[in-house]
C-alpha cells in the first residue's frame, strides 16, 4: 500500500473502482504542485495489506476523469462516510497533482458528498437511513407521475428500444459491483426520462438518483449485495415490460415498488 506523501506510517486511501479509470498513459506529478492538507486522519484502506493496481489516468480531462474515480469510489464503499481525506495523497493514488483532485472534491462538496476541512482536506457526509428514504420519496415524487404520463404517450417500439439499457443492469447486477451497477441503473433512468423532453427534469432526476446511490454510515440499503441489486434490475426489465403494454396500474405499483425498495423500506 502505498503511504500518502505527508502523513504517518501506516496512512493510506481507497482505491477507486477500476470500471472508473479508464485505460490510458498516466499523467506525471506537476512542478510545484499545491501541498497543504495533513494526513495523518485518514484511515487505512480496507484490505492493506492487500496489492492494489495503481489506477490509469489519461491526459486529456483529467479533472472529469479523478471526478468519475471519485464518485465510483463513493459507490463502491471504498471513501468511507466520516473519514477526511486529503488532495495531496488521492493525487499520489491517481498519478497526478493535487490540483484536479482538489477541484474534483469541491464539485463533490457542491453535491453534498463531501464536506472541507480546513487545512486537512475533505471529509466524506455521513448519511443515514431517512436521508435515503427522502431522497426515494422525492424522487418517486417526480418520475412516477411522468412514468404514467410517458405510459399513455410513447409507442410501444420506442420502449423496445431500452431493452438493452435493462438487460444492461441485469448483467451489471449479476457482476456483484455497485460502481458498475450503479453507473447503468442511472442510463436505464436517464434514458426513460429523456423521452419526456425535459432536460431539466432529467438533470434534477439524475442528482437526485445520484445522491441515493451514495452509502449509509455502517453499510444498510445504501450497500445492498448482489441478490439485491439484480431484484431491483429485474424490475427495470418487469418496468419496461408494463410500458410497452401500457398497463397503467402495473406501471404504477411497479415504480412505486421500485422506489420503495430504493429507500430501504421494501
Not at 448483467?171 to 442511472?186: F, I, L, M, N, Q
Request: a neutral charge.
Amino acid at each position: 500500500m502505498k503511504q500518502g506523501t505527508q502523513g504517518s506510517a501506516g496512512t493510506g486511501m481507497p482505491r477507486p473502482h477500476p470500471a472508473a479509470a479508464a485505460g490510458g498513459t498516466r499523467v506525471p506529478r506537476q512542478a510545484g504542485a499545491v501541498r497543504g492538507e495533513h494526513t495523518h486522519s485518514e484511515p487505512p484502506a480496507p484490505g492493506a495489506d492487500a496489492a492494489w493496481p495503481r489506477p490509469v489516468v489519461q491526459r486529456a480531462s483529467v479533472r472529469g476523469q479523478v471526478l468519475d474515480a471519485l464518485r465510483a469510489a463513493l459507490v463502491a464503499g471504498d471513501l468511507r462516510p466520516g473519514e477526511v481525506y486529503s488532495a495531496p495523497v488521492l493525487g499520489e493514488r491517481f498519478g497526478v497533482s493535487a490540483t484536479p483532485v482538489r477541484e474534483a472534491m469541491q464539485q463533490l462538496a457542491l453535491e453534498g458528498a463531501v464536506e472541507v476541512v480546513p487545512n486537512r482536506g475533505f471529509r466524506v457526509v455521513e448519511r443515514g437511513a431517512r436521508e435515503l428514504a427522502e431522497l426515494a420519496e422525492v424522487r418517486a415524487l417526480i418520475e412516477v407521475p411522468v412514468l404514467l404520463r410517458l405510459a399513455r404517450t410513447v409507442p410501444a417500439e420506442r420502449w423496445a428500444e431500452l431493452r438493452p439499457l435493462a438487460e444492461a443492469t441485469v448483467r451489471a447486477a449479476s457482476s456483484g459491483c455497485r460502481a458498475t451497477y450503479a453507473e447503468s441503473d442511472r442510463a436505464f433512468h436517464r434514458a426513460v426520462l429523456s423521452l419526456a423532453g425535459n432536460g431539466q427534469l432529467v438533470q434534477i432526476a439524475e442528482d437526485l438518483h445520484r445522491r441515493a446511490q451514495w452509502p449509509l454510515v455502517g453499510g444498510g440499503p445504501g450497500m445492498r449485495g448482489r441478490a439485491d441489486l439484480v431484484a431491483d434490475a429485474h424490475e427495470h426489465t418487469a418496468l419496461l415490460d408494463a410500458l410497452i403494454a401500457r398497463d397503467l396500474e402495473v406501471v404504477r405499483a411497479l415504480a412505486g415498488e421500485h422506489f420503495a425498495g430504493a429507500s430501504g423500506t421494501g
